[in-house]
């Protein structure tokens, strides 16, 4: 079975400082992907990043980055020049390789507020 | 170009009743995903359609049950309604291979009193 784990309930940052939030997960898998979906009060799921485990760089997206580690089974997320709008309930989530499985298992979730 | 859309946005039931969600996936897309999403925690899910077929299920009972009609939208249908499945259901679409470009919904935010 794959678990996400999201240590911090809630976090705080200022507007354009730099924040990063945490996420472990268990699997036996060696093939997977993993993702940063933000769900804003809208309720709808925002894909952040995504970063296939296979791929030892890390994956960037103008001001978001992850610090994957695969052998500590770690994969954090950087928001850099945090913004307001960045204000939402952040999840993170794995996937196994499509054909094996391709739901989605969730952590969480952290919220994070931006303050002005 | 419209995203995956569902219908009601929210909706209240009484316990044991019966009640049918809605989902239109995005253009383009034929797979359609339904995860349960109780307050204050990450989505779980529920099963998975694919040329109106069940692909995948999560662990819900035999009351969760769906449907996808030849249009790729889908339907989820609960039956005998407790209080704990009082939640928001998301909707999630998806081409077949599902690597690439998942699309969630809003939601449709059920509260069973």
């Known amino acids: 079975a794959q678990t996400v784990t999201q240590s911090q309930p809630e976090m705080s940052v200022q507007e354009a400082e730099t924040v990063t939030l945490s996420c472990t997960y268990d699997?036996?898998?060696?093939?997977?992907?993993l993702f940063w979906y933000k769900q804003p009060p809208s309720r709808q799921m925002i894909l952040v990043i995504r970063?296939?485990?296979?791929?030892?760089q890390n994956a960037t997206e103008n001001r978001f980055s992850v610090n994957f580690q695969k052998a500590a089974k770690s994969f954090s997320l950087k928001i850099s020049d945090s913004q307001l709008g960045d204000t939402a309930m952040y999840f993170c989530?794995?996937?196994?390789?499509?054909?094996?499985?391709?739901?989605?298992?969730f952590g969480t979730g952290t919220s994070l507020t931006v303050i002005p | 170009d419209a995203g995956v859309t569902q219908s009601p946005t929210h909706l209240i039931k009484t316990r044991g009743q019966q009640v049918t969600l809605r989902c239109s996936p995005k253009?383009?897309?034929?797979?359609v995903s339904w995860y349960q999403q109780a307050l204050g925690q990450g989505p779980q899910f529920i099963f998975q359609?694919?040329?109106?077929?069940?692909?995948q299920r999560g662990n819900f009972p035999d009351r969760f049950s769906g449907h996808q009609f030849p249009n790729y939208s889908s339907e989820l249908n609960v039956n005998a309604l407790l209080l704990g499945d009082s939640a928001l259901y998301l909707c999630?679409?998806?081409?077949?291979?599902?690597?690439?470009?998942?699309?969630f919904g809003s939601g449709t935010r059920l509260t069973v009193v």
């Open positions: 999630a679409s998806s081409p077949a291979d599902g690597e690439y470009g998942y699309t």
């Open positions: 699997t036996s898998e060696s093939n997977y992907y």
């Open positions: 970063q296939e485990a296979y791929k030892q």
């Open positions: 989530a794995f996937m196994k390789l499509p054909n094996t499985g391709n739901q989605f298992y």
């Open positions: 253009s383009g897309h034929d797979t």
């Open positions: 359609y694919y040329e109106e077929e069940e692909r």
